[in-house]
């Protein structure tokens, strides 16, 4: 959609290669890693088979020049490759945590009215 309308966009995603709030979790949890760590997706690939204009970062120092590039070809996507052994700030177990009157915590209290919980 960006593509076909021109829209002026650069989105990012960081590829750990690992649902890695989980990876941790079970970690610490169990002692082991079971179905949560996964292949490093090419997004940029994806992407430029759409016709936007996208890179992979994969070090510090091609991030500033891929930043310049892809905000000089828009739409763009940057697609980041980090270390899958970095630990989330905000993960307590399993998922990260979410504040409340965000709109899962808000879905929660709905569905737990409903089921009379």
């Known amino acids: 959609t960006a593509v076909r309308h021109k829209a002026p966009l650069l989105a990012t995603t960081i590829s750990t290669g690992a649902w890695q709030i989980e990876v941790h979790d ?9 179905g949560t760590k996964l292949q490093f997706a090419d997004h940029a690939a994806m ?4 016709g936007m ?7 510090a120092e091609q991030l500033g020049p891929a930043i310049k590039r892809a905000l000089a070809n828009r739409p763009a996507l940057l697609d980041m490759v980090v270390t899958p052994e970095a630990v989330s700030s905000d993960a307590k177990t399993g998922l990260a945590w979410v504040p409340d009157l965000q709109p899962l915590a ?10 009379g919980t």
């Not at 204009?53 to 070090?59: F, G, K, L, P, Y």
């Open 106 to 115: 808000a879905w929660d209290e709905a569905e737990r009215k409903w089921r």
């Open 47 to 50: 992407a430029r088979a759409f």
């Open 53 to 59: 204009h996208a890179e992979r970062v994969e070090t």
């Open 26 to 34: 079970q970690t610490v949890t169990h002692g082991k890693v079971v």
